[in-house]
């Protein structure tokens, strides 16, 4: 069997009056992220960390802000595609954990639901996708509400 990790990172800036989807989920907010899709970083992350672990490049390479046709597409698309795409290449996920850098609002209420529907996206247990929430204590562009940040590190496995 052979195992490999993958690592994703991604931010995003943060607008007023615009919908913050993360994890697959509406998050109500006065601020939402700003991207080419639907801007939701976790997702992103997720989908660079699997990309990374098996040698398939980047998100940008696959769906590229330059074609208009991911131009606002639910990022939930993105991540079945990228999973569709290392299991066509003969790997499976073992699990996920992501940790989402954000001021407020507080994500914790809304993990369990991130869970689930990341893990029916995937094809997974919920007891493999862990998700963790960390401010940056008021510092940078994530502690002056300007930004979300999210990392990820998966294990998969052939």
């Not at 869970?115 to 094809?123: D, N, Q, R, Y």
Request: net charge negative.
């Amino acid at each position: 069997m052979k195992i490999r990790v993958g690592f994703g990172y991604d931010v995003h800036k943060l607008e007023a009056g615009e919908d913050f989807w993360l994890g697959g989920i509406k998050v109500p907010h006065t601020h939402g992220a700003v991207g080419h899709s639907d801007a939701d970083v976790l997702i992103h992350v997720i989908c660079d960390a699997l990309l990374g672990a098996a040698n398939l490049r980047d998100i940008g390479y696959h769906f590229s802000d330059q074609d208009p046709q991911f131009k606002g597409i639910d990022s939930k698309i993105l991540l079945q595609d990228v999973v569709k795409l290392i299991t066509d290449n003969g790997f499976s996920i073992g699990n996920i954990d992501a940790t989402i850098c954000l001021q407020r609002p507080k994500i914790n209420p809304h993990v369990p639901a991130m869970k689930t529907c990341l893990a029916e996206v995937m094809g997974l247990e919920e007891e493999d996708v862990s998700i963790k929430a960390t401010t940056t204590e008021r510092l940078g562009f994530v502690g002056k509400e300007e930004g979300v940040a999210a990392y990820a590190t998966v294990l998969i496995q052939k």
